[in-house]
């Protein structure tokens, strides 16, 4: 069945260092891929989000990568700042019905 | 827009007894939920797809007879635990696609279920 794998589980950086969250998919059908931000006792919120027709696509401090033919994502965080501390999910979505599968997650710290 | 609204947010029972949670959009229509199973630090595991007007579709390995679900309006999916036990226990958050149809997901709150 489909798969995304996540990596790292935890990560722990410096304020004002860059973060970097990278994914795998097994789904060659996969044509979306969001990533989402959750703090502590909320819900997860999407926060930045790529198609497979780009390659890279940025938002402020926050920019996502994705190579289809490795079937490779990242996030990538710059200018960390603690309120960033949280837990990131990646995720990959099918064609038709929007099916979301999510990676194990990625706890970040970001240390003032 | 795209407002997920999820009651109750916590629950307590005891083993052997069955509980419903709603899930509802509350500014547009959601032809499709789905329903999420989150462990602590852990990620969040589809446990079916919730379908207006038509069955479920569960994923492989999630029972379709202990988690009953039922998406009877447009604006309402519920899931029912039933016979619940221990291992049971478990923080169950729903999602639906909005409006838009860009295939972003927006959760509800969540419900922590504690079977004792």
């Known amino acids: 069945g489909e798969n995304v794998e996540q990596h790292p589980s935890t990560l722990s950086v410096q304020e004002g260092d860059s973060a970097v969250i990278k994914c795998t998919y097994s789904?060659?059908?996969?044509?979306?891929f969001p990533w989402y931000k959750q703090e502590l006792g909320k819900r997860p919120q999407l926060i930045i989000d790529i198609r497979s027709n780009v390659g890279e696509k940025k938002d402020q401090r926050i920019a996502v990568t994705l190579n289809k033919t490795a079937k490779h994502f990242s996030l990538h965080i710059t200018e960390t700042q603690p309120e960033d501390s949280a837990v990131y999910f990646c995720a990959a979505v099918g064609t038709g019905g929007f099916k979301t599968i999510f990676g194990a997650g990625t706890r970040l710290f970001v240390k003032a | 827009g795209a407002v997920v609204s999820q009651h109750p947010s916590w629950v307590i029972c005891k083993s052997g007894t069955s509980v419903k949670i709603e899930c509802r959009s509350l500014?547009?229509?959601?032809?499709?939920m789905f329903w999420y199973r989150q462990f602590p630090k852990q990620s969040l595991m589809l446990m079916a797809t919730?379908?207006?007007?038509?069955?479920?579709?569960?994923e492989q390995g999630v029972e379709k007879d202990k988690f009953l679900i039922n998406h009877a309006s447009l604006t309402l999916s519920t899931l029912t635990v039933t016979s619940a036990h221990p291992e049971d226990s478990s923080f169950y958050i729903c999602s639906a696609t909005g409006p838009a149809g860009t295939g972003e997901l927006f959760f509800g709150e969540g419900s922590r279920l504690t079977v004792l």
């Open positions: 789904d060659s059908a996969s044509n979306y």
């Open positions: 919730s379908n207006e007007g038509s069955k479920a579709t569960y």
């Open positions: 500014d547009f229509q959601a032809t499709t």
